[in-house]
Structures are given as structure tokens and as C-alpha cells.
């Protein structure tokens, strides 16, 4: 007997398609990347498969990373990017 699995979920992320499955978590910090929880698999900007080594992602939001589509850092020396907003980070999905 075969057990199904749960279909999997899809989301764009800054550009970027990330699929996973019911457990896919999104959430953006203000003063850095987009944290994505529970990818199975994701596809660049230009729709290329990006290798994936575990299961959370952080995908870069100021666009300056040497490593796109994931985050390096960078924003960190992005004038005005990185400025402290105040606010907690927030999930993007409709979750806390």
C-alpha cells in the first residue's frame, strides 16, 4: 500500500519559486534577508533549480549579494538598508 504524500506548496519569494510542503514557512526580517522554512525545492529569478543544501533558505532582499538568489551579508554595507526598523520580523504567509 502506497501512502500519498501531501501536495507540495508554492510561493514566490522575491522572484524566486520555492516549493514545499504544508510546513513551508515564510518570514521577512526588516533589516535583512527573507528566512524560508521547509523548502523542498526552489527555482532562481530565471527559473533555473538552485541546489538546495538543507531546508531553510535565507533569500536576499537587498539585491547586492554575491550569492544570488541567497543571502551574503551584504545588506549589512547597503547605505540605508540595514537601518533598525523597530518591528519585529513578520511571517509572510498569514502566520506569527
Known amino acids: 500500500m502506497r501512502i500519498a504524500k501531501p501536495p507540495l506548496r508554492t510561493s514566490v519569494v ?3 519559486r520555492v516549493l514545499g510542503d ?8 526588516p ?6 522554512r521547509g523548502v523542498e ?3 532562481d ?3 533555473r533549480p538552485v541546489e538546495l543544501r538543507r531546508g531553510i533558505v535565507a533569500i536576499c532582499r537587498c539585491e547586492h ?3 544570488t ?3 551574503d551579508g551584504t545588506h549589512r554595507f ?6 533598525p526598523s523597530g518591528r519585529e520580523p513578520r511571517a509572510m504567509d498569514g502566520r506569527s
Not at 78 to 83: I, K, Y
Open 45 to 47: 529569478r530565471d527559473g
Open 22 to 29: 504544508a510546513g513551508l514557512r515564510i518570514t521577512g526580517y
Open 65 to 67: 549579494s554575491r550569492i
Open 31 to 36: 533589516s535583512g534577508p527573507t528566512l524560508v
Open 14 to 16: 522575491h522572484g524566486c
Open 78 to 83: 547597503v547605505p540605508g538598508f540595514d537601518e
Open 69 to 71: 538568489p541567497f543571502c
Open 41 to 43: 525545492a526552489m527555482c
